[in-house]
């Protein structure tokens, strides 16, 4: 197993246009995470998934955001009319049950 | 509710000096803590983690932490830095003890001097 990809690993984007990425997480895990993390901070979650269903969305998550895991193995986040603000590293993780979660090398998004 | 607090955002040490990055948490349940490394344009890769038992916890590439319940601390140490050791460092709790949802603190950038 290669671990978590994610891809893009960059993104830029003209600001008001929708953007998805996509992440697979290491295969046997079952629960998946994403994370934001802007420059000179530390990662904030956002979502998890537990097989395909989302238990769980920060209020950081605005209702532009979306996050999918239609079959219970690869993830997509999508940001629908992105703003400036959007700019970041997205990150996902991948854990088995409620064990330490592995990282991808995230995805880095610039707004302009 | 949980956090964690790191004290430094940048610490500097010289090649084979001693490495100490301090991380103070918050928890209303004992917690489960994380140190984890970041390197320019990475994610998150793990170096070690507290849950229960043992409170001085080895991890990777020689790095260890203690757990100190009476002080709330979690601090990082490297008996001998080397230069591959610079990287940005988050120590993390989880949110009601599940592995990966986590509040990080907000990093600490370990510079290493030849």
């Known amino acids: 197993d290669t671990g978590v990809s994610q891809d893009p690993r960059h993104k830029i984007t003209k600001r008001g246009q929708n953007v998805t990425f996509r992440c697979d997480p290491i295969?046997?895990?079952?629960?998946l995470y994403w994370y934001r993390q802007t420059l000179g901070q530390g990662p904030e979650f956002l979502t998890y998934?537990?097989?395909?269903?989302?238990?769980?969305k920060s209020r950081l998550l605005s209702d532009r955001f979306s996050a999918e895991r239609p079959k219970g193995s690869f993830s997509t986040l999508e940001i629908q009319r992105t703003e400036q603000g959007d700019s970041a590293m997205y990150l996902c993780?991948?854990?088995?049950?409620?064990?330490?979660?592995?990282f991808g090398q995230g995805t880095r998004l610039t707004v302009v | 509710a949980q956090s964690v607090t790191q004290l430094g955002s940048h610490v500097s040490v010289s090649e084979g000096a001693l490495v100490l990055l301090r991380c103070n948490y918050s928890s209303s349940v004992p917690p489960y803590l994380f140190w984890y490394v970041q390197y320019p344009n990475q994610g998150l890769q793990l170096l070690l983690k507290?849950?229960?038992?043992?409170?001085l916890v080895k991890g990777i590439n020689g790095f260890e932490a203690e757990f100190k319940k009476s002080e709330t601390s979690f601090h990082l140490t490297k008996p001998s830095a080397h230069m591959s050791d610079a990287a940005e460092y988050f120590c993390a709790v989880s949110i009601d003890n599940q592995g990966g949802k986590l509040i990080f603190g907000q990093g600490t950038e370990l510079s290493v001097k030849p």
């Open positions: 993780a991948s854990s088995f049950e409620n064990t330490e979660a592995f």
């Open positions: 507290y849950t229960t038992g043992a409170t």
């Open positions: 295969s046997e895990h079952n629960r």
């Open positions: 998934f537990q097989n395909e269903a989302q238990l769980e």
